[in-house]
């Protein structure tokens, strides 16, 4: 096993069978093409592909030669069916499959001799493989859900029921495809559940900072009986499933008369964010130095003062991290709102798509609705991912 040449030729076959299959549900859901992996040739040419990146040093000529590989091994049939039918896809496909082979398989042989091998060099080909393998795994489970959703928004009626499974856009449609959006937002009053969502979210941020800055910082810094017990038992409610808490909740805001309000849900849903925010802040004001803050106190400012002119500046990238955290869990949030609210004029979004879960809605509309409420907390996820880690790894920092 330890040769370099074996190693090339495994490794070649296993990332071969991962793009084939990765590479075979996008032609399918995109073209609606009848492609299929054909196992055998898979595990063939991605050995082959292998032996040659590990071999040619020049990479176009190694890269003319997986190509020739790819089209004699399958018998000029890379995707299960005839290279003629939908000529334009396939060469598409072939293209993609040809590159998406043998420059990552060169990636991870390189440096690698094609005799025997140590142990560093084995290693570091086998953790090669697995990183890129990582990579392709995880960006399919999170891209081929959200397209199938994407594309099913975008069908008609009629295309759905010829064939459900073809996720292919209709182009000659035209701006017909955002009909099933235009739909809801003209019918179904989804411009609304956006607004209420995005101040319901807002207004849970702005509560659960309010409450859990000076807790959290209480907790850091302050010397007081039972400070250790409430340090360790800030994450303690989430034992208890909210499914356990929906009957005395639902049972509770009835007899208050905060059923059905958002102001309920501002009542109850900073309860369900505080413990987070206490737990992430507790731990980055406890890495900031002390010194600075008993500087401002001897200056003479007070606690208050200290907090609000050096530990909240200097806490600003936990303080985005938390409100993003925050912000997340409002706005996704279904079980409480699904409980509380009866009234279409007070639904947030995500009550909102669940009337979209019925036999008399197209299902596209149900797709659409799903994609709009993805579709901005995916954006301001990915915009600001980096204070969200950053957030997280200060949550994690022992004082």
């Known amino acids: 096993m330890k040769q370099g040449y074996l190693l090339a030729a495994i490794v070649g076959l296993l990332w071969s069978l991962t793009i084939i299959v990765c590479l075979t549900i996008v032609m399918a859901f995109s073209t609606g093409l ?59 496909g072939l293209a993609i499959l040809v590159l998406a082979l043998y420059f990552p398989l060169r990636i991870m042989v390189h440096g690698l001799p094609f005799g025997r091998l140590t142990r560093h060099q ?41 064939n459900p499974l073809d996720f292919s856009i209709e182009w000659d449609k035209g701006w017909g495809l955002l009909r099933s959006y235009q739909e809801l937002f003209m019918d179904h009053n989804f411009g609304r559940y956006l607004t209420i969502s995005f101040l319901v979210s807002v207004a849970t941020v702005f509560v659960t900072l309010l409450f859990s800055v000076p807790g959290a910082y209480a907790v850091a810094r302050l010397r007081f009986k039972g400070q250790a ?55 980055y004001f406890r890495g900031l130095p002390g010194e600075i803050e008993e500087a401002g106190l001897m200056d003479g400012l007070s606690r208050l003062g200290v907090i609000w002119k050096i530990t909240l500046p200097l806490s600003l990238p936990a303080l985005a991290s938390v409100s993003l955290y925050v912000f997340m869990i409002a706005w996704n949030e279904f079980l409480l709102a699904f409980m509380l609210l009866d009234d279409p004029g007070k639904f947030t979004l995500t009550r909102g798509v669940t009337m979209l879960n019925s036999s008399e809605v197209p299902r596209q509309h149900l797709m659409a609705g799903a994609v709009i409420a993805t579709l901005p907390i995916l954006v301001l996820f990915l915009g600001l991912e980096r204070f969200m880690t950053k957030g997280l790894t200060a949550g994690s920092v022992k004082g």
């Open 34 to 92: 009848p492609v299929r992996p054909v196992w055998p040739v898979a595990i063939l040419q991605g050995g082959a592909i292998g032996l040659v990146a590990l071999s040619l040093s020049n990479r176009w000529l190694g890269l003319l030669v997986s190509l020739l590989l790819v089209l004699g091994i399958s018998l000029m049939e890379p995707f299960g069916i005839r290279l003629d039918t939908a000529m334009p896809a396939q060469l598409t």
């Open 122 to 162: 084995f290693e570091e080909g086998i953790v090669r493989f697995l990183t890129g393998f990582g990579y392709v795994f995880f960006t399919a489970i999170v891209i081929v859900p959200f397209y199938v959703m994407l594309m099913t928004s975008v069908k008609g009626q009629q295309a759905l029921l010829l």
């Open 229 to 283: 017990v409430m340090s360790r038992s800030i994450l303690l409610i989430y034992m208890v499933p909210m499914i356990v808490l929906a009957l005395p909740i639902y049972v509770g805001f009835s007899m208050f008369g905060l059923r059905n309000s958002l102001f309920g849900l501002l009542l109850i849903y900073p309860v369900t964010t505080i413990p987070v925010a206490l737990y992430m802040l507790q731990g």
